[in-house]
C-alpha cells in the first residue's frame, strides 16, 4: 500500500479506531471528508480538559490540517464548519498557547 498522508491522523494515542489515515481532502469526496471531521471533532471534545498535547503528537499534525486551503477554504460549508468546531476543541486543549500563527488563528475565526 503506498503512504499516504496523515490528515486526520490527529487522535493516534487516543483509540486505534480514530487513526484516520486517507488521501489528500482534494481527493476525498465531499461526503467522507464532512464524515471524518465530524468524527475528529467528536473525537476532541471527549478528550479530558488536562490532556497534555505532548503526548498526543498527532494533534500537531490535526491543528496544521486544519487550517489549509483545501479544509479550510472549502466550497462546502458544513466542512468549514466542522473545521472550525475541530479548531475550537484544539484551543480548548492547548490553552493559553495556541499551534497556530496569528494569519492561521485569524483564518480560523474569520470562518464565523
Given at each position: 500500500m503506498p503512504p499516504t498522508s496523515p490528515i486526520f491522523a490527529p487522535l493516534l494515542h487516543i483509540s486505534p479506531s480514530c487513526y484516520l489515515r486517507c488521501p489528500p481532502p482534494a481527493l476525498l469526496c465531499q461526503n467522507e471528508l464532512l464524515r471524518r471531521l465530524v468524527n475528529v471533532t467528536e473525537a476532541?471534545?471527549?478528550?479530558a480538559e488536562d490532556v497534555d498535547p505532548s503526548t498526543h503528537p498527532g494533534l500537531l499534525s490535526l491543528s496544521t490540517s486544519l487550517v489549509s486551503?483545501?479544509?479550510l477554504s472549502h466550497r462546502d460549508k458544513d466542512?468549514?464548519?466542522h473545521a472550525v468546531?475541530?479548531?475550537?476543541?484544539i484551543f480548548y486543549l492547548y490553552a493559553p498557547e495556541p499551534p497556530w500563527e496569528e494569519g492561521e488563528i485569524l483564518q480560523i475565526f474569520n470562518q464565523l
Open positions: 476532541l471534545s471527549t478528550l486551503p483545501a479544509i466542512i468549514r464548519l468546531l475541530a479548531a475550537c476543541e
